[in-house]
């Protein structure tokens, strides 16, 4: 009944007003904060030391361990975009994808699968086995992205760093990194909260978490708990059903332990176990004629089931830090689909990929507070640590062909393939940071990479018709990354960066590839980066540029595998070089009212002499794949105070992509769009209510789509972004 209630009201003239509306107040309340900001500059006397006097209202500062150690935002030669635990609650994000809309040039690819979201920077990405933007969760990357798109609890903060990181993370940061960390548990009082989602499509959630003291002052504990489910926003027009649904249960619980006022140590487990409906996958052409509607034989489904433990531990001395972080991570998922997207009962799939992965890191730095004084007016901070890891992946991709389509009395199932991968690496880094003057500031880093891969790779037919395959590889790759930076404070509040460094991804193998392609080279990229970080009247205004180039070599491209349908490989195609230009703005003109905005601009294209390995077509000045334009975000956030226990507050949002291509040979786009988000409710001592609506207007965008000539009539076959969303969210806090 309820879902049936929400679905009528969006249909609604009164609604869409009333949607209309607050986007007006909300522009309004922007343009009017603005004018504000400009007057309370100017009407603002100078103090005796010439700053104007402009009272305690301020964006916070902001602390990041973008560079592993802690660091004031404002301050790092680095463009990033950090994602507080107070927006993303306020925004109501649940996935690191709907987080990205705040950084500029970040753009994720996902399907409807959990285990499918690859994030773009600047025109860089890769495939899930081997990505170009890895995701960390408190310190541990996730070296394959079927583990990095996770149901986020108890989050303190997201940070998006964009620009190489090899330098400091290795090999997998060639174009940035995520970095995830979770709230710390509490060592002196006791809180918690519970929310209740539901809306449209049976949406139903529970989330609950709680901190407080074991020990007060030593031993805290902390836990997150939650259960979510929805129907599918896809029909299957040939049983009726809803095709994309989905459904989990996740848990984080911590420890944290404090001996001593300089060590502590903490625990954190997580695990999460995913039962979702089947990709909504269809041909290109039908899915923007008659969006949300497929028409197939065969339902499948994808699971996943993920378990992680962390264990950080860190020593903050007079003079020296010394941390760890240790990783184990366990992930298996299992999904079947209907290969040929159509009614007929002509392919499936049964895949199933498992991975294990263990991670240890060690490092030593000066302590924040007592820099190397190495004479007057020349300070040091300095770190270096080591990495190592070890991971063990195994798949077996079962492809059953049906009679009708094999011409035989029977079926024939393809495994393509059976694979193993082992892979163990180890780094070792240092950066060294020099305060001249309290002025000016130069970085130099460095990071030495070494790991070995092996596979074992086996293709074959049951029955069978004809002779397997078996692929064993071993392969060895060696990287230094080295990293420059300075960074000169004109004034206090305003510095000007300017930085380079080398970028590494390395190679390896694929589990699944034509004949030929099994193995795959390293790439390998050089970033120039200029920019200002500034901020005006008594920090008011955060207002930051940066500016970019990317040049990079054997560009790891993931392409379709023209021999097997819906299987993808690693092939290094080219060159290709990324210019552009990003602009973020933070403000708090007076009490209760946030502005924020963010802009990018990407011009992205492959060097003369890349060629597809699919198809081997020249694709030289081509677009980059999966690489909009521009990205623009602006909104919102108004908080005012309707008696001491209470409080309403708005947030408004609106997302704009340009337009991207799809493959390599640019054959396939999707145009310019943008998304409206919309929030609202009353926030009381304990209790609070809101009404949300996503995709306010219902826009249809295809943000991911692949070549798929053997059995699309257009020859790709996509995805649908999220329709409109609406609900209602109701909870306790203490």
């Not at 005796?48 to 964006?59: E, R, S």
Request: hydrophobic share 40%.
């Amino acid at each position: 009944m309820f879902r049936v209630k929400l679905e009528r009201l969006v249909r609604y003239p009164l609604l869409q007003k009333s949607v209309l509306g607050l986007v007006g107040v909300c522009l309004c309340v922007t343009l009017g904060s603005m004018t504000a900001l400009a007057q309370s500059v100017s009407q603002s006397g100078p103090s005796q030391t010439g700053q104007p006097v402009l009272g305690p209202i301020q964006v916070p500062t902001v602390i990041v361990t973008a560079q592993k150690e802690p660091a004031d935002a404002q301050k790092l030669p680095v463009s990033l975009t950090a994602v507080s635990k107070d927006t993303l609650a306020s925004a109501g994000i649940i996935f690191v994808s709907d987080a990205a809309i705040y950084a500029p040039n970040t753009f994720f690819s996902e399907l409807t699968a959990r285990k499918i979201s690859n994030p773009r920077f600047r025109g860089i990405g890769s495939s899930p086995a081997n990505p170009g933007i890895t995701t960390y969760f408190d310190g541990v990357p996730q070296l394959n992205t079927n583990s990095s798109s996770i149901e986020l609890m108890d989050v303190e903060q997201i940070e998006f760093v964009r620009g190489p990181q090899s330098a400091l993370f290795g090999r997998n940061n060639l174009g940035g990194l995520v970095n995830i960390t979770s709230s710390r548990p509490s060592l002196m009082t006791w809180t918690g909260t519970l929310a209740i989602p539901v809306g449209n499509n049976a949406a139903r959630d529970v989330r609950g978490s709680f901190s407080g003291p074991l020990i007060a002052g030593r031993l805290g504990v902390g836990g997150a708990l939650m259960y979510g489910r929805r129907d599918g926003f896809t029909r299957n027009d040939v049983t009726g059903h809803d095709l994309d649904s989905r459904s989990a249960v996740s848990g984080k619980a911590q420890l944290l332990w404090t001996p001593a006022a300089i060590w502590e140590a903490r625990l954190i487990v997580t695990g999460e176990r995913a039962r979702d409906g089947d990709y909504a996958l269809n041909d290109l052409a039908a899915l923007r004629q008659n969006p949300f509607h497929v028409m197939r034989d065969f339902e499948g489904h994808t699971d996943r089931d993920i378990t992680a433990t962390t264990i950080l531990t860190r020593r903050e001395g007079r003079r020296l830090a010394f941390s760890t972080a240790t990783g184990l991570l366990r992930w298996k998922t299992q999904d079947a689909t209907d290969l040929d997207y159509s009614p007929l009962p002509l392919l499936t799939r049964d895949n199933t990929e498992r991975d294990f992965q263990f991670t240890q890191e060690v490092r030593l730095a000066s302590a924040a507070s007592a820099p190397v004084a190495l004479s007057n007016g020349v300070a040091l901070k300095w770190q270096t640590g080591a990495f190592l890891f070890t991971q063990n992946y195994e798949q077996d991709a079962v492809n059953n062909l049906l009679p009708l389509l094999v011409s035989l009395p029977f079926a024939v199932s393809q495994h393509s393939p059976q694979s193993t991968l082992d892979d163990v690496g180890i780094g070792i880094y240092g950066q060294g940071t020099g305060t001249f003057r309290d002025r000016l500031d130069v970085s130099v880093g460095a990071r030495v990479d070494h790991e070995n891969k092996q596979a074992v790779l086996n293709t074959f037919s049951s029955p069978a018709l004809v002779p397997g395959t078996v692929v064993n590889g071993d392969r060895s790759f060696s990287n230094v990354s080295p990293q420059l930076a300075a960074a000169f404070r004109v004034q206090p509040e305003k510095t000007i960066y300017a930085s380079a460094g080398r970028g590494f991804k390395a190679g390896g193998f694929n589990p699944a590839s034509p004949a030929g392609s099994e193995a795959y080279g390293e790439e390998h990229a050089w970033h120039l980066e200029g920019g200002v970080k500034t901020s005006w009247a008594g920090n008011r205004l955060i207002a930051n540029l940066a500016a970019f180039s990317i040049d990079w070599d054997d560009l790891q491209l993931n392409l379709p595998n023209p021999v097997v349908p819906g299987q993808f490989y690693i092939a290094n195609i080219g060159g290709a070089r990324s210019n552009g230009v990003e602009l973020e703005l933070n403000a708090r003109p007076y009490s209760g009212v946030d502005l924020f905005g963010a802009f990018g601009y990407t011009r992205a294209r492959f060097k003369d002499g890349s060629s597809s390995s699919a198809s081997g077509v020249d694709v030289s000045g081509n677009k980059l794949p999966s690489t909009p334009d521009y990205t623009a975000t602006f909104g919102a956030q108004v908080s005012r105070a309707l008696r001491p226990a209470a409080t309403l507050r708005g947030r408004a949002e609106v997302v704009f992509y340009g337009g991207f291509q799809y493959d390599e040979a640019n054959t396939a786009a999707q145009e310019a769009y943008s998304l409206a988000n919309f929030t609202g409710g009353v926030h009381g001592k304990y209790l609070f209510a809101e009404a949300w609506v996503r995709n306010a207007f219902d826009t249809r965008y295809v943000p991911i789509a692949f070549p798929y000539p053997n059995f699309a009539p257009s020859g790709f076959i996509g995805e649908l972004g999220r329709p409109r969303t609406i609900g209602v969210t109701g909870g306790v806090t203490f």
